[in-house]
């Protein structure tokens, strides 16, 4: 195999992937995933994450408070959060920003919650794993407010114009299963316009397989079928398209 990928954002520490967490790590092994970053959604669950990077050597971590739990922040999350973001094999700060998709009563909340973690990213100078839901004008304005933070724009769902405005001030686009659906024009128009310099790859597991795995579970072996869709969209080589982006990872988080 002449190319290596690596999974920038799967949900490892949930139950249906834990479980069976041996045999996950051998499949994506076998298709030439080298490493694998678990992001942080509660604080709760952050010990299930620094678990499992101190037991796997391909494994990193990142910690945050999702946007769905604001509600639940509490201003002394953020020494907590600081000191779980030094432990050696934290990388990024995430997955942090906003989503206004399910409930937008608390954007304010949201939004202070946000220009918290995007604090921290910068006192401690990692980078962040951005989740931007139904709220582009927004999330670009705060991330605008931090020019000495870059990070990734994690599942992207936003236009090529959008993408580009993002990669203008240091971030990384994220592609992962939406890609490879039929129906997805715009995945695929960001594809084609964002140079392959600035993106990466992730899965999302569990969620969000890509075709024609579409509605079952996710794991990261099948990273692969991504990296295959963008090659086809760049009329590049699935091994260009592998290195570039795993090379790409590298370099932001680190690793």
């Not at 799967?10 to 834990?18: C, N, S």
């Not at 009563?105 to 990692?126: G, S, W």
Request: one cysteine or more; glycine letters at 4%; proline letters at 5%.
């Amino acid at each position: 195999m002449n190319y290596k990928l690596i999974d920038t954002h799967a949900h490892l520490d949930f139950e249906k992937l834990q479980e069976n967490i041996d045999q996950v790590l051998e499949n994506a092994i076998a298709v030439g995933v080298e490493k694998i970053i678990i992001p942080g959604v509660t604080l709760e669950d952050t010990p299930k994450i620094i678990n499992l990077i101190e037991k796997y050597d391909n494994l990193f971590g990142a910690v945050a408070v999702h946007p769905s739990e604001a509600k639940g922040w509490q201003e002394e999350y953020y020494p907590i959060l600081k000191e779980y973001a030094q432990h050696d094999k934290i990388v990024a700060i995430g997955e942090t920003g906003l989503d206004y998709y399910w409930d937008k009563t608390f954007k304010e909340t949201q939004q202070h919650i946000f220009r918290r973690h995007l604090e921290l990213a910068e006192e401690l100078n990692i980078p962040v794993i951005v989740h931007d839901r139904e709220a582009h004008a927004d999330v670009l304005s705060i991330l605008k407010e931090f020019p000495e933070v870059i990070g990734v724009m994690h599942c992207f769902s936003g236009s090529a114009e959008f993408a580009m405005d993002c990669v203008k001030i240091g971030y990384y686009i994220a592609l992962g299963g939406p890609i490879t659906f039929k129906n997805a024009v715009k995945p695929k128009e960001v594809a084609q316009k964002v140079p392959l310099e600035k993106l990466v790859l992730e899965t999302d597991s569990p969620f969000l397989a890509p075709h024609p795995f579409r509605g079952k579970e996710n794991d990261p072996s099948k990273i692969i079928l991504v990296a295959e869709a963008i090659a086809e969209i760049k009329n590049l080589s699935v091994e260009e398209v592998a290195n570039i982006t795993s090379r790409n990872a590298e370099n932001l988080f680190r690793i």
